[in-house]
């Protein structure tokens, strides 16, 4: 009897360490030593979007759908007590509150801002370090030359380099930038309307896995590269997702062009789930249905293997 009551006693707490390992496990899944966390999701407008009178965005005045964030990633290294932000948004302050919170507090804000291009969604965000908020000294702001002289050129933007408030870090086009010892990130140019500046995407390498973030190109056919052989090379592709398709709003998409969700997933269709798997779509104009995680469209397609990016996902590195 008593043989009976160790074993079972052994077999309770095998499988208790077994649970609370795997528990472990799910915990680190979650937040690993190197990760991206999404921390905006919004087209450059944000949601709810100014002026508009639609479905979409009276479910936020009505309390059936919450704010989104212009799109912005977080890259977090915790074992070298590192963090940057991709884009300044206009939510630029909380988006680093929620760094800071949420993710590691550090003695310094942050330590750099990579931009991708001067559209208002994407570089605004700068203001908050300036003497009106922020006030500090020697912010490390990642641009591509066009992208650094419109700062220079340009105020309110070329007072936050007199004063000092942001040091200008310049890239070139696919020259990589090594944060430390095992992040790396390279800029690419990508089309769009580069009324002000050029537009990047970035390649962002960890210790084991890579991702892709281009949250604006203008269709993936003018691009130099096969959107479908790069998503296959990395873990994770945060690609544009700004129109679900041609009719969704009231205007000449050749104003705005960008690849409509359906023809990326056009594209996508004959390519493994594994692939598709890879493809998180990300910079959600407020119309888009795939915006509302409950939407027909949303739904369809993720069971077609496609992913969303949504606020607090976090993705290891």
Known sequence: MKLKIYFLFFIVIFVG????????????????????????????????????QKECCANYYNGRSKKKSVVS???????????????ATPDLHTQLADLERNHLKTTTIIDGVFLTHAHIGHYTGLMYFGREAYGKN????????KMRSFLEKNGPWNQLISLQNITIQELQNETPILLNSSLKVTPFLVPHRDEFSETVGYKIEGKSKTALFIPDIDKWHKWKRNIIEEVKKVDYAFLDATFYNQNEVKRAMTEVPHPFVEETVNLFKNETLETKNKVI????????PTLQENSKERKKLKELGFRFASEGDNYGL
């Open 17 to 52: 360490c077994k649970v609370e390992n795997k528990s472990i496990e799910i915990i680190e899944t979650q937040k690993p030593n190197q990760y991206i966390t999404v921390i905006g999701i919004a087209q450059d407008g944000g949601f709810p979007h100014i002026g508009c």
């Open 73 to 87: 990633l977080g890259l977090i290294d915790t074992g070298n007590q590192q963090k940057w932000l991709f884009e």
């Open 138 to 145: 020697d912010i490390n702001v990642f641009a591509m030359p």
């Open 281 to 288: 779509f990300i910079h959600f104009n407020h119309t888009n």
